[in-house]
């Protein structure tokens, strides 16, 4: 099964993916796809040997771009790791179930319009949370909206700052993030 992974960041997440699916017969990490071509992951991704395409708001918005991209490198499953624009309606329907999305918190607390990266871990902090975490859900219509698939969980102190809480999280995304989207996938098979 041939899974895109789209990323709009450095791209710890999508490196992890890759290595974790470098030697499996079942699962090929085919395609990179970034928002931005300045994204460290593209780097990550070609160095790994992974082909990346760029997919801006015109192109990622554009069926007849996206779809016939995502069927020339035989794409099953989507995932996004770190991707910040919505998904359009259009690609949620051409893979039902099977695009899946890591948010670094508790879903449904801290979701939504401008929860992303620090964002979230600074809304965490400031809601005096005692535990943070990732959720891994299906993508839907709706902003962080769709169903829960997975949850990890750390505690955190009333010491920890924003970068303390984030760093926290992020290990529980290079833990857990491969092993979900293998069971996902897998599913699928």
Known sequence: MN??????????????LIRHFEHSDAVKCALVVSNKPDAYALV????????TAIAGKPKLNN????LPLL???GIDFIVLAGFLPLIPTYLI?????????????????????????????EAVKAAGETETGMTVHYVSPVC???EIIAQFRTP????????????????LEMEHFPAVVEQEVMKLL
């Open 144 to 146: 962080d909206g769709g």
């Open 44 to 51: 990550r991704a070609e160095r790994l040997g992974v082909p």
């Open 63 to 66: 069926p007849d771009e996206m």
């Open 93 to 121: 329907e051409a893979f039902p179930r099977r695009i899946i999305n890591l948010h670094p918190a508790l879903l449904p607390k801290f979701g939504g319009k401008g929860m992303w990266g620090h964002h979230v871990h």
């Open 3 to 16: 899974i895109a992974i789209f990323v709009s960041g450095s791209g710890t997440n999508c490196e992890n």
């Open 71 to 73: 069927r020339e490198y």
């Open 156 to 171: 955190i102190s009333p010491e920890d700052t924003a970068d303390d809480i984030a760093h926290k999280e992020h290990l």
